[in-house]
């Protein structure tokens, strides 16, 4: 008897989470939201006025089976950027281990865990850069909306609801925390407060998918100008790499996002 009361009250508890969050959208939050979309746009213009950023990120890709089955990819990795045109990452998981650098002038894939590279020129700056990586080849930098020039445009052109859900504790910072709803994207994001804010965490959910999947990045060892250290943007492949095309590095196996037994639409 003991064991059901424990989990009925259990049950209460999360219908009230519910409750509570639901009620968050209600008239009465107009304040909050516009509250929301201030402090959002601080830690915009404030991101996007450092010439140099440097951080690590974990990062969590949730996907759900056909028998309903969620599963998580996790990987790590780092990032560095020097405004206007120069980004190298990293991105390390069980099956990947990718090496992104652009110099401002000509992209560079190195899967490490393959030895082969792919080069291709994509002149301009960091904006198109993004925009590139993630429409004509499907390879998406990590959390890579919030470093645009215009990230507060970009990333609220089509929202239709805000939250403003108080504070929260990320690697031991003390974070503002909202939800956002777009046409077609949940996302949430936890941002330090004070004078420096800056993206602890970010969350994006599909919605115009069933059981869409969901992309979490969590940063970490956040650094700025002279403490960014600076990174070298040129890539020298090692003396045994392959060099590939674009179109072979796509029927690689275990360079992209999914695991090769992972089959879109399958189990």
Not at 213 to 240: C, H, L, M
Request: with cysteine; glycine share 8%.
């Amino acid at each position: 008897m003991a064991a059901r009361s424990k989990l009925t009250l259990s049950a209460a508890s999360a219908l009230l989470l519910v409750l509570t969050v639901g009620t968050a959208g209600s008239p009465p939050a107009v304040a909050d939201q516009a509250q929301a979309r201030t402090l959002l746009k601080a830690m915009t213009d404030y991101v996007g006025a450092q010439q140099s950023i440097a951080f690590d990120y974990d990062a969590i890709l949730e996907v759900v089976t056909k028998d309903r089955q969620k599963l998580q990819l996790a990987s790590s990795g780092t990032v560095s950027l020097a405004r206007p045109d120069k980004i190298r990452t990293t991105r390390s998981g069980g099956f990947v281990d990718m090496e992104t650098v652009f110099d401002g002038k000509t992209l560079t894939l190195f899967g490490k865990n393959k030895n082969i590279y792919t080069r291709v020129e994509v002149p301009g700056s960091l904006d198109n850069l993004v925009n590139e990586l993630q429409k004509k080849y499907d390879r998406p930098l990590p959390a890579a909306d919030l470093f645009l020039t215009h990230a507060y445009d970009e990333i609220t052109a089509d929202v239709k609801d805000v939250k403003d859900l108080g504070s929260g504790v990320v690697g031991g910072i003390e974070c503002d925390y909202f939800a956002f709803r777009s046409k077609d994207v949940d996302w949430q994001i936890w941002v330090t407060q004070g004078a420096q804010p800056r993206p602890c965490r970010y969350v994006i959910t599909s919605t115009g998918i069933a059981d869409g999947p969901q992309y979490t990045v969590q940063i970490r060892n956040w650094k700025t100008g002279s403490d960014a250290a600076t990174a070298d943007f040129a890539f020298t492949p090692p003396s045994d790499a392959k060099q590939i095309s674009i179109d072979e590095l796509k029927k690689v196996k275990n360079t992209g996002e999914l695991p090769s037994h992972f089959i879109v639409g399958g189990k």
